[in-house]
């Protein structure tokens, strides 16, 4: 059974890091797509970031530029996400996702992709 899950969530202050890890079973991410979205409440799932499959191309939504880093661990299955210098506006559910090979590219669209994680909760608050 493929199955994506997130991990590394927790209550920071503004200006801390963290960092979310998003771990695969059932399944190599080798050959996937990984995306990064958010959904804070009342709000719509947005885009945070990607990475390629072999790590040479990733992304940012605009408002976490300079502050996240994501990268990816081939030999352990698993992609991440550091989050530095956080902001109470970055509080929402974080979910990782998976896309297989296709000829589209809507890498931070979230309906592009085929699976999801369960989400793991970051609350940044002093």
């Known amino acids: 059974q493929l199955q994506l899950v997130e991990s590394g969530g927790g209550l920071v202050q503004p200006g801390g890091s963290l960092r979310l890890s998003c771990a695969a079973s059932?399944?190599?991410?080798?050959?996937?797509?990984i995306g990064w979205f958010r959904q804070a409440p009342g709000k719509e799932r947005e885009g945070v970031s990607y990475?390629?499959?072999?790590?040479?191309?990733?992304d940012y939504t605009d408002s976490v530029k300079g502050r996240f880093t994501i990268s990816r661990d081939n030999a352990k299955n698993t992609v991440y996400l550091q989050m530095n210098s956080l902001k109470p506006e970055d509080t929402a559910v974080y979910y990782c996702?998976?896309?297989?090979?296709?000829?589209?590219?809507?890498?931070?669209?979230?309906?592009?992709?085929?699976?999801w994680g369960q989400g793991t909760q970051v609350t940044v608050s002093s």
């Open positions: 996702a998976a896309k297989g090979s296709g000829d589209s590219w809507y890498p931070l669209w979230p309906e592009w992709y085929d699976y």
């Open positions: 990475i390629s499959s072999g790590g040479g191309s990733k």
């Open positions: 059932g399944f190599s991410l080798d050959y996937y797509v």
